[in-house]
């Protein structure tokens, strides 16, 4: 059983948890079973107090031997695929294999074949996953980015985050390919919004031109964020003129993309919006086959 955190609000505790994890045939689910996490920590509330607010803690992902992936069957820890929901009511899903994987309603089409692949790049003193990212392209223009640009992907990081030289590069760019839209006023954290309604609005592709000629597209509903009934904004942030890495792809961006982590090849694989192959993230079998 879990542990229990002490009563002082400062103490923070290294424990251990039991976390459920459920088998899957590609298609559906199975009935779950437990396995152990010996490194976890009990830390104090004033830790998680940016969390949303039904959140009470995080599991670490990383490449790390004291990550969780790390402690599962030893051949299914080193791919990891992450598929977050668009939508608080749906579910995402992860998985801890080579697939292939299926989503409704193709249910005969493996997800893998709409994946492209770019290397891994390894950071000192850093078990996060990386990749370079040679340019940026909005309405087929390119916004330059400096040589050897390393891109962090973050899944703690709600928004993309760019270096203020590239974030001033895509926001002037951006705000050139939607001039016919009426502008709003700027909701933080935000700098570029617009007058909309329920229905959402359109705009360009934004392209990320990685190396080998690799594009991760970025389109409407990863580049826009609707922050009120009438605004919309588009959802990259102004990271500083000394942020370093200089990107930072956050968790907006990874809806409704599948993302896949290959340890034993160094690569990541991504597949740009699946809802333009006409299903989710929210699309896996959830269903427990085993269920009465």
């Not at 009934?229 to 792809?249: R, Y």
Request: a positive charge.
């Amino acid at each position: 059983m879990p542990g229990q955190c002490g009563k002082s609000h400062d103490q923070a505790l290294l424990n251990f948890d039991v976390l459920t994890v459920t088998a899957i045939d590609e298609r559906n689910e199975f009935n779950g079973h437990l396995g152990s996490y010996p490194f976890a920590a009990c830390a104090p509330s004033s830790s998680i107090e940016s969390f949303p607010a039904n959140v009470s803690g995080v599991m670490a992902l990383s490449s790390s031997r004291y990550a969780w992936p790390a402690f599962l069957y030893q051949p299914l820890s080193n791919i990891l695929s992450l598929c977050l929901p668009s939508k608080p009511s749906g579910p995402g899903v992860m998985f801890f294999r080579s697939g292939p994987y299926y989503l409704l309603p193709q249910s005969n089409v493996n997800v893998r074949s709409y994946l492209s692949y770019t290397p891994l790049v390894k950071q000192q003193d850093s078990f996060g996953y990386f990749i370079r990212v040679n340019s940026i392209v909005i309405g087929k223009k390119s916004i330059n980015v400096p040589a050897n640009t390393i891109t962090k992907l973050s899944t703690m990081d709600p928004y993309t985050t760019l270096r203020t030289d590239i974030y001033n590069g895509v926001v002037k760019r951006f705000s050139k390919v939607t001039k016919r839209l009426r502008p709003a006023k700027p909701v933080a954290p935000f700098s570029l919004c617009y007058s909309t309604s329920t229905t959402g609005l359109k705009v360009p592709d934004i392209d990320f031109i990685l190396p080998d000629g690799k594009k991760w597209t970025v389109s409407t509903p990863n580049s826009v964020k609707q922050v009120t009934h009438e605004v919309a904004c588009l959802a990259f942030v102004d990271g500083g003129a000394t942020s370093e890495p200089a990107i930072v792809i956050g968790t907006f961006q990874f809806e409704d993309n599948f993302l896949e982590f290959n340890l034993e090849n160094s690569t990541f694989g991504f597949s740009s919006s699946l809802l333009r192959k006409h299903t989710s993230c929210s699309s896996f079998n959830f269903t427990l086959i085993n269920s009465p």
